[in-house]
């Protein structure tokens, strides 16, 4: 057959809406998709998480293409998947990560300083540190400001008022210019200022006196009669505890836009789950009824699996929305690195996610049980011993043709085998 206009194919499916022109479409503009997706490969996400956001943006393309506008398909398309990458960049740029080449410039740094320090008998200047690096000024200032960026501490840090000293790296010994007070637009400061609230009086204290006043962590020490490892302590701990509290609110923040663009009917809001980005059970369903009839049409065959996480009632209630939203975001990541590409993880039910394989068939049950192994491994490395060790992952499946007739009944017999998986473990527990 005849490779067509990618143009005419567009024309055609507006008009018709068949599944096989838009297979067409997609398949043709595929190289299309991977070229922009390459161009933030920079990003640090996996390139395949890139491209499959990118066919995401060009599915909304062909959903909301209007011919009358006068606009080629391909130049739509194309600021609809850079927008949609975009917008998957900006939600992922909550989770920071520090490159390998910035956390060996730091250990370099750290080495100089201290070495700086026994040469003069005090500590070096920031201009000091440059020309023993070879590096200029403004460089080695850029360095140390990135570390509170990326400074993380413990969930279960204790904020008590103690005088702990702290065994990590001060900054004090370094001879920096004095902060400028930060100019924040009106709107960014009232989100600032409400979550300073939730802060301890001697938190807000160092922070205000830190960043809005000026002072460095010795005058602060002095001023509040506290040690000045204790205001880094506070410094670091506080930053975080900030941070993780601004963007929690933006996370609600995005759940209230996301019900009012569901309520809307906006293309996005139907096949995104609300909480975590992945893809939503109604579109797991919906494109599992597709493969089902592309399967039949072609004599082809079709798997779907649902993997649940297993705990008590109050280690999921202790973990949260949020938390548990970051965890099943996790645990997608690592299905998509042992299936194919073809393959379709997303959200399915409150603790669980759903993989749909594309002629799979019957290797559907060992494709399953591998990807249980993975996340039950991933599980051993991903909490502290205390947390891991009440969680399981189940997981049942179904294929098509020989295993179940329908979308429908591969639906039923998956969840159904996941019960069963369920009801044998609690049978073993009490036996045991």
Not at 81 to 98: A, S, T, V
Not at 138 to 161: C, G, W
Request: glycine share 6%; hydrophobic share 40%; net charge negative.
């Amino acid at each position: 057959m005849l490779k067509r206009d990618t143009e005419e194919l567009v024309l055609e499916y507006c008009q018709t809406r068949e599944l096989e022109l838009r297979d067409a479409i997609t398949l043709q503009l595929s190289g299309l998709v991977e070229s922009i997706a390459r161009k933030f490969i920079g990003s640090g996400e996996p390139i395949e998480d890139l491209i499959q956001e990118g066919y995401l943006g060009l599915l909304n393309a062909l959903d909301l293409f209007k011919p009358e506008k006068g606009v080629k398909f391909t130049t739509y398309a194309t600021h609809l998947i850079i927008g949609q990458i975009k917008h998957y960049l900006r939600d992922k740029g909550k989770i920071i990560k520090e490159p390998a080449w910035l956390q060996e410039l730091n250990s370099k740094i750290n080495r100089v300083i201290n070495e700086l320090s026994a040469r003069y008998g005090r500590p070096p200047s920031t201009q000091e540190i440059a020309e023993f690096l070879g590096m200029t000024t403004k460089a080695v200032e850029d360095v140390l400001m990135t570390r509170e960026v990326f400074k993380v501490s413990s969930l279960d840090a204790i904020y008590e008022d103690e005088e702990e000293e702290w065994n990590g790296y001060d900054l004090e010994k370094l001879n920096c210019e004095p902060c400028q007070a930060f100019n924040l637009p009106i709107e960014e400061r009232v989100v600032v200022e409400t979550a300073m609230q939730q802060l301890k009086q001697i938190e807000q204290q160092v922070l205000h006196l830190f960043f809005n006043e000026g002072y460095n962590q010795t005058e602060i020490a002095h001023q509040l009669k506290i040690s000045c490892n204790y205001v880094s302590h506070i410094l670091r701990n506080a930053t975080q505890k900030l941070r993780r509290i601004i963007s929690e609110a933006e996370w609600l923040d995005e759940q209230r836009f996301r019900a009012r663009a569901l309520e809307r009917g906006d293309f996005e809001a139907r096949i995104l789950d609300a909480q975590t980005g992945l893809f939503s059970a109604d579109y797991l369903s919906v494109r599992l009824r597709e493969e089902v009839q592309r399967a039949a049409r072609y004599d082809q065959s079709v798997g779907f699996a649902i993997f649940e996480f297993v705990a008590d009632r109050g280690t999921l209630t202790s973990l949260g929305e949020f938390a548990l939203g970051e965890l099943l975001l996790q645990a997608a990541a690592v299905v998509r690195e042992v299936v194919r590409k073809a393959d379709i993880v997303g959200r399915y039910g409150h603790a669980a996610l759903g993989l749909l394989m594309p002629y799979a068939g019957e290797h559907a049950p060992q494709i399953a049980a591998r990807v249980a192994n993975a996340l039950t491994e991933w599980l051993q490395t991903a909490f502290g011993t205390n947390l891991r060790q009440r969680f399981e992952v189940r997981f049942g499946w179904a294929f098509h043709p020989c295993d179940c007739d329908d979308a429908e009944q591969m639906l039923r017999t998956a969840e159904q085998r996941l019960r069963e998986q369920r009801a044998r473990q609690h049978l073993q527990e009490e036996a045991a």
